[in-house]
């Protein structure tokens, strides 16, 4: 007795599903890469064996290898600013800035002389001078872990 069933399964797998689920994760990881980035000017940051990081960037400082500054950032066509433009650029960054740690975080190239260090923190100290002790700015040097 040979019994012949009239529905016969198809055991196919159909990926047709399976390359949009991953294409849409490729779009989404590549997206959100690009959100990460938070070093609008290239530089080589000095080594540091403490691997802290800052929960919030309050004011950044950058200084790249051709010893220009920059304040805050926000794309790769930012301009670099004079050291005299340097104070007030600071403090229109302390007018806009509303959180609670008050601090600047220098990310210095690592080919910078500290003499270009030093007078930013002239100016940091100038700035200062307008604030009660308790609301004064610290700086921060920003590092790359080893």
Do not use: C, H, W
Not at 60 to 75: F, L, Q, R, T
């Amino acid at each position: 007795m040979n019994i012949q069933l009239q529905n016969k399964q198809n055991v196919q797998f159909n990926s047709a599903s399976m390359s949009d689920l991953v294409f849409l994760l490729l779009i989404f990881f590549m997206i959100t890469s690009t959100l990460v980035a938070p070093n609008a000017i290239n530089l080589l940051l000095p080594k540091s064996n403490s691997g802290k990081q800052l929960a919030s960037r309050n004011i950044e400082v950058y200084i790249d290898a051709e010893k220009n500054y920059y304040v805050n950032p926000e794309s790769n066509r930012s301009l670099p600013i004079a050291y005299e433009e340097l104070l007030p650029a600071l403090q229109e960054a302390a007018l806009n800035d509303n959180s609670e740690q008050k601090s600047i975080i220098l990310r210095a190239d690592k080919s910078v002389p500290v003499e270009n260090v030093v007078s930013l923190m002239d100016v940091l100290n100038q700035l200062n001078e307008q604030y009660e002790e308790a609301d004064r700015y610290k700086i921060v040097l920003a590092t790359e872990a080893k």
